[in-house]
């Protein structure tokens, strides 16, 4: 069975940062690409970034530039460093392996003053 735990979120003002961290068990990991996705009250999840097993990176617009993905295959453990964080960042922070239906149970981040 698949789980994914998520951690490290927290209350945080603008411009701080935080790093989220999921640790993956049950796949064999290091044949995922990894993805952290993200939902705000009343809207829809979406991705915020993505690794692939080859450690290529993609960023949503929104993150570009203050968010850096990166993974462990020994830990099987996919990290997200967000740093100049801004209160539209606030949200729940889910990683996800593509091609699964599997979702951990989230990480909230709220970034206020």
């Known amino acids: 069975q698949v789980q994914l735990v998520e951690s490290g979120g927290g209350l945080v003002q603008p411009g701080g940062s935080l790093t989220l961290s999921c640790v993956a068990s049950?796949?064999?990991?290091?044949?995922?690409?990894m993805g952290w996705y993200r939902q705000a009250p009343g809207k829809q999840r979406e991705l915020v970034a993505l690794?692939?097993?080859?450690?290529?990176?993609n960023y949503a617009d929104s993150a570009k530039g203050r968010f850096t993905i990166s993974r462990d295959n020994a830990k099987n453990t996919v990290s997200l460093q967000m740093n100049n964080l801004k209160p539209e960042d606030t949200a729940v922070y889910y990683c996800?392996?593509?091609?699964?239906?599997?979702w951990g149970q989230g990480t909230q981040v709220t970034v206020s003053s």
């Open positions: 049950g796949i064999i990991f290091r044949l995922y690409t």
């Open positions: 690794i692939t097993t080859i450690h290529t990176t």
């Open positions: 996800h392996p593509s091609n699964t239906n599997t």
